[in-house]
């Protein structure tokens, strides 16, 4: 007997009938629909949620599908893009369908324990979406929210290999803004798990990165809070478990009442990663409970293979001019290799680190120079501009201009070499300005001027 989409969603009806813990939305010539507090709209391709409060969605699945497709569940799911899985109908399978254009979500309220558990701006397994994704989050509680695909399986098809993943577009920017509320975790790219990832690298040897969102990335959080007080994890992460970035990505915090439990990463997380733009994240206001990686982090999961760690192909750059952070700052992030002629530029000129501060991180490859400047900020422990355990092809220097360091000041770092031609500088002050400030001590340095 062959198993159709149609009757296996003809047979979830059936079974379903009555209950609320499903959301249908019918094909393209579908304007507008409205279940339980979800209010969804598609114009020309151009698909919209909004969340409003009402009643309990954390039981409630709702996405786009399109053709015979559908998805039903009771696992707090909001897909913008819909799903994709062949060997799985009961997710969904596009097949001669047209494709998304756009996704907005915009989460505007729920009450506690009640939001979706997990909001996934383009799909699950995989996608038609061909151009932007804007999540933005106002209020409610919700759990995770991933701007790309959640377990993505296969390769970028681009029309033309077969792949059950999706297609692969250059107006894939995915921006995510969030001025209030709260969510357990946000991660801008691509998601998956560590296991679903082994198995497709074990399976295709010769695919380094199976799923890359082809745009810019950009985590914007001003009010609100992500993760819980007693997170420990990784509360924003710009790209997910290997998967790649072609465009930038770009990690704001402001807003005095932000609370981040948990650490930032500005670039790749895990295995294979890769970011082929800049890598940003800026402090302005707000309390991040956690450390901030700005250029990536392999993570616990350290391998020894020399193709494992994440890439960072363009220049990273890590500001902070207010905030406070209680755990460390890594430029170059950890356990990841910096393409050659970049520059990792960490500037402090204001706020408090409750930590250490490595410019090139720990373990890292930076193929150029390292910049840490100091103008303003109190760092309660040690200042490493190269690092710890890194290597710079360049030179690494520290700017101390004005504000505190508790510990140790050392351009050289700990463990770390450096090969430009300068070496390891340090500069006290400025011709136009005398440092202002205190050092517990200063060491590590080839040349201080």
């Known amino acids: 007997m062959k198993i159709t989409n149609r009757f296996v969603l003809s047979l979830l009806v ?11 939305l019918d094909n393209w010539n579908h304007t507008e629909s409205k279940y ?26 709702m996405y786009y599908h399109t053709s015979d497709s559908g998805y039903m569940g009771d696992n707090g799911v909001l897909l913008g893009g819909a799903a994709s899985y062949e060997t799985k109908p009961v997710y969904g399978a596009y097949k001669d369908n047209e494709d998304v254009k756009s996704v907005t979500i915009n989460l505007e309220d729920s009450a506690e324990g009640e939001g979706f558990k997990t909001v996934v701006g383009m799909g699950f397994i995989g996608h038609r979406v061909t151009g932007p994704v804007n999540i933005n989050i106002t209020g409610g509680h919700h759990g995770i929210i991933v701007g790309g695909v959640q377990y993505p399986s296969g390769i970028n098809a681009n029309g033309k290999d077969g792949s059950n993943f999706g297609l692969y577009s250059p107006e894939h920017d995915i921006t995510i803004k969030m001025t209030g509320g709260q969510v357990s975790q946000i991660i801008g790219g691509n998601a998956g798990s560590k296991e679903k990832m082994d198995d497709y690298m074990n399976a295709n040897p010769g695919v380094s990165n199976p799923s890359v969102i082809g745009g810019d990335i950009s985590i914007e959080v001003s009010g609100g809070t992500v993760g819980a007080p007693s997170s420990t994890g990784d509360a ?9 970035v072609d465009g930038n990505v770009s990690v704001k915090v402001s807003g005095k009442d932000t609370v981040i439990h948990g650490n930032v990463i500005g670039g790749a997380r895990w295995v294979r990663g890769y970011v082929n733009g800049s890598s940003s994240v800026t402090i302005e206001e707000g309390t991040i409970n956690g450390n901030v ?6 993570g616990k999961d350290k391998r020894k293979d020399t193709d494992s760690n994440p890439q ?6 890590l500001k902070m001019t207010g905030g406070t952070v209680n755990g460390d700052l890594y430029g170059a992030g950890q356990q990841v290799d910096v393409a050659e002629d970049t520059t990792v530029s960490v500037e402090l000129t204001g706020g408090t680190v409750d930590g250490n501060v490595y410019g090139a991180g720990k373990d890292c490859s930076v193929g150029g120079d390292v910049v840490v400047k100091i103008d303003g900020a109190d760092v309660k422990k040690n200042v490493y501009a190269a690092g710890e355990n890194s290597t710079v092809k360049g030179n690494s220097t520290v700017k101390l201009l004005s504000g505190n360091v508790g510990g140790v000041l050392s351009a050289l770092g700990v463990g770390s070499t450096v090969e430009g031609e ?3 500088v340090i500069e006290i002050g400025s011709a136009e300005q005398a440092y202002v400030g205190s050092v517990g001590s200063i060491e590590g ?3 201080m001027v």
């Open 14 to 24: 059936s079974l379903f009938a009555g209950s609320s813990a499903y959301g249908i």
């Open 36 to 61: 339980s507090n979800v209010q969804y709209s598609n114009v020309d391709g151009n698909v919209t949620f909004t969340v409003t409060d009402g009643e309990n969605l954390s039981d409630f699945d």
């Open 236 to 244: 924003i992460v710009t790209s997910d478990y290997g998967h790649g």
């Open 293 to 298: 990686y700005a250029g990536g982090n392999l």
């Open 312 to 317: 960072a192909g363009g220049d990273i750059i």
């Open 422 to 424: 300068a070496g390891a």
């Open 445 to 447: 340095f080839d040349q």
